[in-house]
């Protein structure tokens, strides 16, 4: 055999087996879903008027947000009365179990102005373009030196209104 020949038979032999050990592929999908359901969460810090004054008026504020998916209009928050409305038109503050009580009012504007009523409805405010929603509440109270001394509190129902 010439030399020229065994290259050749190599060469050809060599290409022949590499195509003998390629990979084989298939092909598939695999589907990807998922479902949004339309809810909010709505969340606020605690109203908190620290120390109270016996000779000013004590005020403080707190952001309500509502944070939503899959909602699209959204217009207002019913704010209830407290735990310790007495009457049912007066906010109160409740020192423990017992009966002394520190009144509040509830408004939007900083400076005062009408109180929130009874479940009175709150606008609240696009953020940007988020999903998310929020109204400032501003608390007042009133300076006194008959509030017998110790820690008051109430708990205030708040309610998203909101179109899906």
């Known amino acids: ?5 065994v290259v050749i038979v190599f060469a050809v032999s ?3 087996g590499t ?3 390629q990979a084989q592929t298939a092909t598939g999908t695999m589907g990807v879903g998922a479902e949004v359901n339309r809810n909010c969460t709505l969340s606020a810090e605690n109203l908190n008027f620290g120390n109270l004054s016996v000779d000013t008026t004590n005020t403080t504020s707190v952001v309500v947000t509502l944070a939503c998916n899959g909602v699209t209009t959204v217009t207002t ?4 009365m407290g735990e310790n409305a ?3 038109t007066q906010r109160n503050m409740k020192l423990g179990t017992g009966t002394d009580v520190v009144p509040y009012t509830l408004h939007v504007l900083e400076a005062g102005g009408a109180d929130i009523a009874t479940e009175g409805a709150v606008t609240l ?9 929020q109204v400032t509440l501003y608390g007042r109270s009133q300076p006194s030196t008959d509030y017998a001394k110790g820690t008051y509190s109430d708990a205030v129902l708040l309610t998203a ?3 899906p």
């Open 1 to 5: 055999m010439r030399p020229k020949h």
């Open 14 to 16: 060599f290409l022949a």
């Open 19 to 21: 195509n003998l050990a």
């Open 77 to 80: 928050v019913l704010v209830g």
């Open 86 to 88: 007495a009457p049912a």
């Open 125 to 133: 405010v696009k953020v940007g373009t988020t999903n998310t929603y």
């Open 161 to 163: 209104v909101y179109a």
